[in-house]
């Protein structure tokens, strides 16, 4: 991946493409720079589904997203910000502490009565996901689900992708085992001052991980 | 002989008029009687065809006039003076009223006359009767027999007995004898059929909302055959919507069944909706989603109060893209999520004022995309705003939304400061997540547990509040780590026995 300066200010030019890159992909930033400078063009992708996977739930992984959850919301024409079957309450008071424009926010529950098969809830997780992913209404959509499978990772991408939305999946670390086609699955973990995020797939950038440091960048109000 | 005076005005006219055009109209009322205040359509309906009634043409003839009043059980009358010049006088209305009677499949005929009740019987004489002034329609009347008055028949056959048989020879009678051999109330009756007393009417009202019931022709189970059945009621809803330019954000579907008691599929919509396509899918979710106890008999639709429906232009942009907002897909998104998950599945939140972490946010309806406010602001475009987000924690807030964290640190009131709250604890964190009920940890010789050893982390913040409706609290919260790496939001409570509660994750 070492290229010299000539041919990297060649390959700048917006008429070449490469089908490692997804340079011209619209991004918004993290937040954190460490983690932009990993990420494929610089940030996360304005559409597509990111798998994020986690050792623990509450290991820092919301907070990963809070800059990019503010920036989403209150931007104008902001679209909606749906969280799929959180595992609890989100706290507004706290959100709107990190410049969450509250009245973007929009969470589904979904009802355990609505039990079809043993899958229990799963299955209205991934349709409410699906629906809130390709509806167009939504810039951001998060969703926490335990196991979905391979094919239907695969239609929550493509509706992702249809609905210009921004598509979060929260996973067990288990499910790195997993193939996905997710564009970007990270596995995140703690350490001693914020978390340290690997890159499991990164659709044009660079594998690795890097230390993000969330308490220095204030992890809470 | 009797012509002569009335050429020799005509000629004057026509000899003036070029001259003096003010004075046509004198000689018009000289002419031709002044016409009457109030001109009535009265239509006598032999039969109704299908599933036609008199209020569908009622409904439909509003178009005309909203004074359309029914006489049951086969009559309509309604008041066209003001709007003849619209439909071409006289002829033209007739025609447009004679379309609608056959859109609707029904039989009529229809009579002009300056009183509702003289429009009424003509009609029902069914023979060609157009009167446009007062003073001719009592001449024009003599000659009507008495039997389509629907007097009771007695009094017909006594009136016959005394050789009175049309009209003209009951309003010959002497007035006070005929109230007192056959009532006042036939007496009043002729006199609003002449114009002598006013004839006051109830207005026909149409229906509010929309009701309908069909009977299946058999029983079904399978909700997509029931869907089925339901599509003419709904294009019907469709039509009734789309006549008030309403939509409805209430719709209620019932199915009725042999034995048990009639399934209730209720349809509620974040937004005022017309469009029959959309009703019909929300409702199939909604039925598929319904477990029947029985197969169905027959179905109703209910819906509720039309509200006025704000029609919108499409954008240019799709959502997202070029900074496109979501324009009616905010509201669909909603109402899909709803009609599959329940009412209650889909809300948004909103900060309450006050200290206590269980009441300082509550749920609330979802904002729509249409109605919120945070437009404006500046030209940035859907661009990320980068790290500004984050240094909203550390240094007060990130200026442009008011809802900085440590902003707040300054003496604010907990109050509202439109359109955000402050949350007034200052630099005290907040964890991202709150369990829904406070979780109580195991303890060790005093300290608390939680899958092991908990690491304390930063500083004390003590709230004591509520003493003044009940839900007094006095707690000690900290944050702690876990040995997992996950921050937690714990509490120590103030008063005996000093049980440790988990109460948020930092995420």
Redesign the interface.
Known sequence: MAFNSELARLLEHPAIWRGTSVARAE???S???ALDERLPSG?WP??GLIELLV?????????LL??????L????????C?WVA??????????????V???????????AA?KRNRRGSLD?IL??FE??LG?????LVMAWAKRPRSKEVRRLQLAAER???LGVLFRPLQAARESSHAVLRMAI???AYGVRVNLLKSKGGVRGSVEINLLA????? | MSNGPRTRKIDARVVRLPAAPTSLRSVDTQQEPADSPELWVGAHIHALKGEATLETLATRAQRFTPRVSLVPPDGLVLEVKGSLHLFNGTEGLIRAFRQDCDVVAVESAIALAPTPLAAMVAARVGKPFVVTNEAQLVGRLTSLPLTPLRWPDDVVQRLARMGVRTIGQALRLPRAGFARRFGPAHLSELDRLTGRNADLRHHFQPRERFRRRRELTYEMENDATILAALAPMLADLGKFLEARQCGITDLECRLWHRHAPPSLCVLRLAAPLADVARLTELLGERLN?LVLPEPVRSCELRSGLPVLRVLSCDPLW????Y????GP??P???E??RA???H????????LPGHR?EQ????RE??L?SS???????P???????????????SG??G??G????SALNGAQPGPRS???V?PWG?F????????APQQLEELEGAPLRRGSLRFFGDVERIETGWWDGGEIGRDYYTVFDI?????WIFRERAEPHRWFLH????
């Open positions: 991004v918004l930033s937040g954190f720079g940030g304005r559409s050792s623990r739930f509450g290991v820092g992984e919301l907070t809070l800059p990019i959850l503010a920036a919301t209150s931007a104008p024409l902001a679209r909606s749906v959180p595992p609890f309450e989100p706290f507004a008071p706290a959100l709107a502490a990190h410049g424009a509250l009245e973007r926010v929009l969470v589904v529950r979904v009802p609505h209205g349709w409410a629906q809130s509806s167009g209404a939504c810039d609905g210009r939305t973990e703690p350490s960048a204030g992890s809470g109000a | 989603a799709q959502p997202g893209e900074g496109g907002s979501a897909e905010s669909q998104l909603v899909r999520l599959r998950l329940g209650e599945a889909v809300y948004g939140l909103q900060m972490p300082a946010w509550s749920m979802p904002v995309a919120a406010g945070v437009g404006a602001r500046g940035g475009g859907t661009g990320a705003r980068g790290p500004g987000g984050q240094d909203a924690n550390a807030g990130p442009e939304h809802a900085g964290g440590p359109p955000k709250l949350a630099a964190r907040r964890p991202l997540w709150l369990l829904p997992y790496g996950v921050q937690l948020g994750m930092f995420g």
